[in-house]
């Protein structure tokens, strides 16, 4: 079992920045892949980034590429999202997840992950 808590989330003005931060609870976070994903009002919970269990692939959805970069730090049992250059469009609930898989796979699948955190706020004004 693993329990996820995200925090960072906020009211940020377009071209500004945030952290994204989700904490694990338990010994086996590193046996999990991490991902992040979003919802916006109306719109399916669409991948926005994953990494491996010991960090060394990820993945990114296209719409932020370049913009948001995701990490882990297996000693504190967490995970984070670096959202730079916001815009408008980023404005969802941000969820992290986690997903056992095997060493070093990273995945985009939502059914792929096992356990949600209640979602963070994001909210990008123009």
């Known amino acids: 079992q693993v329990q996820l808590v995200e925090s960072g989330g906020g009211l940020v003005q377009a071209g500004g920045s945030l952290r994204l931060s989700c904490a694990a609870s338990?010994?086996?976070?590193?046996?999990?892949?991490m991902g992040w994903f979003r919802q916006a009002p109306g719109i399916e919970r669409e991948f926005v980034a994953a990494?491996?269990?010991?960090?060394?692939?990820?993945a990114y959805a296209d719409s932020v590429k370049g913009r948001f970069t995701i990490s882990r730090d297996n000693a504190k049992n967490t995970v984070y999202l670096q959202m730079n250059s916001l815009k408008p469009e980023d404005t969802a609930v941000y969820y992290c997840?986690?997903?056992?898989?095997?060493?070093?796979?990273?995945?985009?699948?939502?059914?792929?992950?096992?356990?949600w955190g209640q979602g963070t706020q994001v909210t990008v004004s123009s």
């Open positions: 997840a986690a997903a056992p898989v095997s060493f070093g796979l990273v995945t985009r699948t939502i059914r792929q992950y096992d356990y």
């Open positions: 990494i491996s269990r010991r960090g060394g692939n990820t």
């Open positions: 338990g010994r086996t976070f590193s046996s999990y892949a």
